[in-house]
C-alpha cells in the first residue's frame, strides 16, 4: 500500500513534500538551514500537528550542525536560540512546543558540543519514529469502532504526510485496507487552502480506500441524505478538560453530529494534549493572511477591500465529543480520564 511520508532526514538535511504543490506536483524539496524550516511550517509546505514537530525537531538538529563552535556553552546558548524563533512559526498545535520541548532537554543535557550535535538528531529521529508507532497503535484503537459499510465524515488532513506516517484520523482507513474491511470516507474540502479536496482525497485514492469528496457546506445534507455513521477528525491541541481545537469547521461538524445522532470522535496522540490549557477559550487561535480567502490559486476571488476573518481553527467542546483515540485507547472527553492517561 503507498502512504506518503512528508519528512525524510537523509545526509543531514531535510527532505520534504511540499504540500502546497499537491495532488498535482510531487515534488521534495531540501530544507538545511533553520529559517527554510520556518517558512516551510509557516507556509504549510509541512502541516498537521504532528509532522510541524517532527520538522522542527529536525530544525534544531540542522541548527546545531550549522554552528561551527566547539564550545559547548555557547553551542547550546545558540541552538536554543534557535529552537525559541521555531517556536514562534505557528501558535494553536501543540506538538510543535512539545517537540521543540523535547529537542531543548536533549540540547541542555548535552556535556561536549560533539555530543550534542548527535544527540539532537538521535532525538528528532526518535520523536518521528515514536510517532510513526504511536499513529499505528491510534489506528489500531480507532478500527474496532468500524464495521464494514460504514460511511465516514472527516475533514482537513490528519493523514500520513500530517504525521510521522499512518495520521491519526486517516490510521483506521489505511489499516481497514490492510484487513479488507469497507469502509467509505467522506472528505470535506477544507476551504480556504483545501487541505481535505488535495490531500486527504490523494492520500486515500493512492491507498484504495473509497473516498467522496464535498464541499464544507454540504456536510449536513451529506450526513442527513447518505447515511454518515461517524465524524471523525484530528486534533492541534486538546485541552485538559477534552476540548479538542482542530482545523477551522471542526466544531461545525460536531454540532451537526450531535443533532443527527452521529458519534464525533477526535484521533489524537498524547502528544498533542496540553494540561497546561485548562479549556478551549485558553487555546490560541491562528488567524492567516486575508488572501487564504480572497484568493483561490492566486485568482482574486472577492471585491477589493473587503474585509475578512480568517481563523485557521475552531474547538469542539467536550461535551460534543465521543470519544478521544489515543495511542493508549479511547478516553472520555473530561478531566478525570485525561488526567489518568498522563498518571
Ligand atoms: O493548518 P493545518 O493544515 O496544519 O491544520 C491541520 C489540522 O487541523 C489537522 O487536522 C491536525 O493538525 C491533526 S494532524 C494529524
Not at 82 to 100: C, E, I, K, M
Not at 216 to 245: E, F, P, Q
Not at 280 to 286: F, N, Q, S, T
Request: hydrophobic share 45%.
Amino acid at each position: 500500500m503507498n502512504i506518503p511520508q512528508s519528512v525524510i532526514w537523509e545526509k543531514g538535511a531535510i527532505q520534504l513534500l511540499d504540500q502546497r504543490k499537491l495532488p498535482h506536483v510531487t515534488e521534495y524539496v531540501t530544507l538545511d538551514t533553520v529559517p527554510a524550516v520556518f517558512d516551510a511550517i509557516q507556509s504549510l509546505a509541512v502541516r498537521g500537528a504532528p509532522a510541524i514537530g517532527i520538522a522542527a525537531a529536525f530544525g534544531v538538529a540542522l541548527s546545531a550542525m550549522s554552528h561551527p563552535t566547539g564550545d559547548i556553552d555557547e553551542l547550546k546558548e545558540q541552538v536554543l536560540i534557535d529552537s525559541g524563533y521555531l517556536s514562534q512559526s505557528r501558535p494553536t498545535a501543540v506538538n510543535l512546543f512539545w517537540a521543540l520541548n523535547r529537542m531543548n532537554d536533549a540540547v541542555t543535557r548535552a556535556v561536549t558540543a560533539d555530543e550534542l550535535r548527535e544527540s539532537v538528531v538521535a532525538e528528532a529521529l526518535a520523536i518521528q519514529k515514536e510517532d510513526e508507532d504511536v499513529c499505528r497503535s491510534i489506528g489500531e484503537h480507532a478500527l474496532p469502532l468500524f464495521k464494514d459499510g460504514d460511511r465516514v465524515m472527516t475533514i482537513c488532513n490528519a493523514g500520513s504526510i500530517a504525521t510521522a506516517k499512518y495520521g491519526t484520523a486517516l490510521a483506521p482507513f489505511f489499516l481497514s485496507k490492510e484487513r479488507g474491511l469497507q469502509l467509505s470516507v467522506f472528505a470535506c474540502e477544507t476551504r480556504p487552502v483545501f487541505q481535505g479536496a488535495r490531500l486527504t482525497t490523494w492520500e486515500l485514492m493512492q491507498a484504495g480506500v473509497d473516498v467522496t469528496l464535498i464541499t464544507d457546506s454540504m456536510a449536513a445534507h451529506t450526513m442527513k441524505t447518505k447515511n454518515i455513521t461517524a465524524v471523525i477528525t484530528g486534533a492541534d491541541r486538546v485541552a485538559a478538560n477534552g476540548d479538542s481545537a482542530n482545523k477551522i469547521g471542526t466544531f461545525g461538524l460536531a454540532v451537526l453530529a450531535k443533532s443527527f445522532g452521529i458519534p464525533f470522535y477526535i484521533a489524537a496522540p498524547l502528544s498533542t494534549f496540553d494540561l497546561d490549557t485548562p479549556n478551549g477559550d485558553a487555546i490560541p487561535i491562528e488567524e492567516r493572511n486575508p488572501a487564504e480567502i480572497t484568493e483561490v490559486n492566486g485568482m482574486r476571488i472577492a471585491p477589493e477591500g473587503i474585509a475578512v476573518f480568517n481563523p485557521a481553527f475552531d474547538v469542539a467542546p467536550a461535551d460534543l465529543i465521543t470519544g478521544i483515540i489515543t495511542e493508549k485507547g479511547i478516553v472520555k472527553p473530561n478531566e478525570q480520564a485525561i488526567a489518568k492517561l498522563f498518571a
